[in-house]
């Protein structure tokens, strides 16, 4: 994972972010000191939110108090939560989807075993529960206005790239409208389908193919 870091004109508020990606390099490369006996590493004070122990108290950090969220969706764009875990991502998702006001829809993938020989193996309820890295969840809680982010390249010539962010305009059975919200194209409404997935680097005996549509609710990532 790469984590670009931002620049600020600011020296004191330079400064911090240049401790905070050292701080970040040096976890990632192991150089920190852990407690004794453990794998633990001590995060400096200052990067905690004391008191909060709750994930909503995180998310209204965060993305401020999503229930009174009354603007189009662009603002919450630019923020981001960084988590270790892709099951941490789903849940962090659902907890903002559920704050989020409007009308929810939700889009259920259809998933399959590549090997036919193995299709009885494997129930579908299985195959639901699965959600490799790169792909989104059997369950994609959605909301018009909420931002949203693509997890596969479609048209980077359009501006459909992975990692690029949008936000929600409309729902339909068969069809997401969303806007650029990143790069040269922001403020071009798109049309995002339902493709077919299969990830290759999942350490599954099997191979998992998922037609779903190829976004993940909220810019939360892993």
């Not at 670009?4 to 970040?24: D, G, I, Q, V």
């Not at 409208?177 to 389908?193: E, L, P, Y």
């Amino acid at each position: 994972m790469r984590v670009e870091m931002l620049r600020s004109s600011n020296p004191a508020a330079a400064a911090h972010l240049a401790a905070f990606a050292t701080f970040l390099l040096d976890m990632g490369e192991g150089k920190l000191h852990s407690h004794p006996g453990s794998d633990y590493v001590a995060i400096p004070s200052a990067l905690l939110l004391p008191g909060l122990q709750q994930p909503s108290h995180l998310i209204q950090t965060v993305f401020g108090d999503l229930q009174q969220y009354r603007g189009d969706g662009q603002d919450l764009v630019d923020r981001a939560v960084l988590t270790p875990l892709n099951d941490d991502v789903d849940s962090l998702n659902n907890v903002c989807m559920s704050m989020f006001p409007g009308e929810e829809r939700i889009y259920n993938s259809v998933d399959s075993v590549k090997d036919p020989g193995n299709a009885t193996t494997y129930p579908v309820e299985f195959l639901h529960s699965l959600t490799p890295a790169g792909i989104p969840p059997h369950k994609l809680r959605l909301k018009p206005g909420a931002p949203i982010m693509l997890l596969r390249n479609i048209n980077a010539a359009a501006g459909l790239a992975n990692g690029t962010r949008l936000v929600v305009e409309q729902l339909s059975d068969r069809v997401i409208v969303a806007k650029i919200d990143t790069g040269s194209r922001t403020g071009q409404s798109v049309f995002i389908f339902r493709f077919n997935m299969a990830p290759s680097d999942v350490d599954l005996p099997f191979q998992l193919q998922r037609r779903h549509m190829l976004g993940t609710s909220w810019p939360t990532v892993s």
